[in-house]
């Protein structure tokens, strides 16, 4: 079965830092696609970033609203990944849910998130 | 940028009765189409992609069309748990990104 469980959230001031994590098991992480998807208060999904397995590059990709301020990084060998916040702003406040492409495991990306942690929430504010 | 532009925001169907809901994109995503189910206090959960292949688990009452720019996800004989918010989302090759609709409510009638 498929987990992934988030952690790290919590209350930050504007401009300061958090580190999410996300621990993976059930399939194979190091072969896997993973993305952070986040969603502000009463609103709708917003795709964060993505870093590709390494086998396929490891390439991170970023929203516009985000580049420059999160990093996306993974640590295989303890099947976990990880989301650098930095120059925290009041509209990062959200659940943040990390999400995998099941099909990316095996070579063959759907280019969708078929699975999703359960979320950890982000509150940036004074 | 693609824009994904979901109708209508709301849409209130009897229990039974089938839905329709639309997804329209700015410019042509081929087939890189999903939805997603996302109940209250929940996570999104994956339905279609591909744009027309049901998700593990999924059952056959959902059912995803369309490709290029206009999409649609319908839902045959509506049961309780199926009122929920519905997203599509599309996957961009470059810049790679995926972009979410804003999403539809479907609700009791």
């Known amino acids: 079965e498929v987990q992934l469980v988030e952690s790290g959230g919590g209350l930050v001031k504007p401009g300061g830092s958090l580190r999410l994590s996300c621990a993976a098991s059930?399939?194979?992480?190091?072969?896997?696609?993973m993305s952070w998807v986040r969603q502000a208060p009463g609103k709708g999904l917003e795709w964060v970033g993505r870093i590709k397995s390494k086998t396929d590059g490891g390439t991170k990709d970023y929203a516009a609203p985000v580049k420059g301020r999160f990093t996306i990084s993974r640590d295989d060998s303890k099947n976990t990944l990880y989301l650098e916040m930095n120059s925290l702003k009041t509209e990062d406040t959200a659940v943040y849910y990390c999400?995998?492409?099941?099909?990316?495991?095996?070579?063959?990306?759907?280019?969708?998130?078929?699975?999703w942690g359960q979320g950890t929430l982000v509150t940036v504010s004074s | 940028e693609i824009v994904m532009t979901q109708s209508p925001a709301t849409l209130s169907v009897s229990p039974g009765e089938r839905a329709t809901l639309s997804c329209r994109a700015s410019q042509s995503v081929s087939s890189t189409l999903a939805w997603y189910q996302q109940k209250p206090g929940q996570a999104p959960r994956l339905l279609i992609y591909g744009a027309s292949t049901r998700a593990t688990g999924i059952p056959a009452r959902f059912s995803g069309s369309g490709s290029g720019t206009e999409f649609t996800l319908t839902i045959t004989s509506l049961q309780s748990e199926d009122f929920a918010v519905y997203y599509c989302q599309q996957y961009n090759n470059w810049p790679p990104m995926y972009t979410f609709g804003q999403g539809t409510k479907l609700e009791i009638k």
């Open positions: 999400s995998t492409d099941e099909g990316s495991s095996w070579g063959s990306p759907r280019l969708a998130l078929d699975y």
């Open positions: 059930g399939f194979i992480f190091r072969k896997a696609w």
